[in-house]
Nanobody, 114 residues
Framework: QVPFVESGGGLVQPEGSLRLSCVAS????????MAWYRQVPGNPRRKVAL???????TYDESVRGRFTISRDDHQNTVYLQMSSLKSEDTGVYYC????????WGQGTQVTVSS
């Protein structure tokens, strides 16, 4: 079973917004640190945002102030609200716990382009 199902990506113009969702098939979801990762071709996945069980969040400097991570423990879902998007935000976005499981979802493609 795929542990994570991401959705919400798409093509958006610079300065636009998107909201990504990830449903996790994890027992005890509320106890996990959840994170969003971005991957561009030829590069490893890079963590862009993290949220702890208490709701404490941290961000990569490249997205701080523009992205907001949140979670709904009743729905086993983590969100990434992305605003003021830039071309360099383009990539496939995945969610996982932190540190990561070996299994990943299919990701959701975000393309920022005019």
């Amino acid at each position: 079973q795929v542990p994570f199902v991401e959705s919400g990506g798409g093509l958006v113009q610079p300065e636009g917004s998107l909201r990504l969702s990830c449903v996790a098939s994890l027992s005890g979801f509320n106890t996990y640190v959840m994170a969003w990762y971005r991957q561009v071709p030829g590069n490893p996945r890079r963590k862009v945002a993290l949220i702890g069980p208490s709701g404490y969040a941290t961000y990569d400097e490249s997205v701080r102030g523009r992205f907001t991570i949140s979670r709904d423990d009743h729905q086993n879902t983590v969100y990434l609200q992305m605003s003021s998007l830039k071309s360099e935000d383009t990539g496939v976005y995945y969610c996982n716990i932190d540190p990561t499981l070996r299994s990943w979802g299919q990701g959701t493609q975000v393309t920022v382009s005019s």
